[in-house]
Nanobody, 121 residues
Framework: QVQLVDSGGGLVQPGGSLRLSCAAS????????MYWYRQAPGKERELVAG???????NYADSVKGRFTISRANAKNTMYLQMNSLKPEDTAVYYC???????????????WGQGTQVTVSS
């Protein structure tokens, strides 16, 4: 069984910073991609940032230069450092991981429960 727990959300003023964490645990042999998604009310869930096991990253245009994704592979943990936050960043943020449970086994996507980020004065 694999569990992803995302955390670190909260209320922050515009221009402020927040760091989200996503910790994977359970029957994990390896993790390839790890991703942050977000979903605001009335909008589709969108990919915010992703990072591979080798550290390659990609970002949505809306967050480039403000957000930084990283991971600590030994801990099966991923982070999203969010700076210069804007009201438009308000959403529930979800982590996702592509998890391999055993050597040469398939990869499955697993999702965290989501953490609320609210940017408001």
């Amino acid at each position: 069984q694999v569990q992803l727990v995302d955390s670190g959300g909260g209320l922050v003023q515009p221009g402020g910073s927040l760091r989200l964490s996503c910790a994977a645990s359970g029957s994990i042999f390896s993790i390839e991609g790890m991703y942050w998604y977000r979903q605001a009310p009335g909008k589709e869930r969108e990919l915010v940032a992703g990072i591979s096991s080798g550290g390659s990253t990609n970002y949505a245009d809306s967050v480039k230069g403000r957000f930084t994704i990283s991971r600590a592979n030994a801990k099966n943990t991923m982070y999203l450092q969010m700076n210069s936050l804007k009201p438009e960043d308000t959403a529930v943020y979800y982590c996702k991981a592509e998890v391999q449970r055993s050597s040469r086994g398939p990869y499955f996507s697993h999702w965290g429960q989501g953490t609320q980020v609210t940017v408001s004065s």
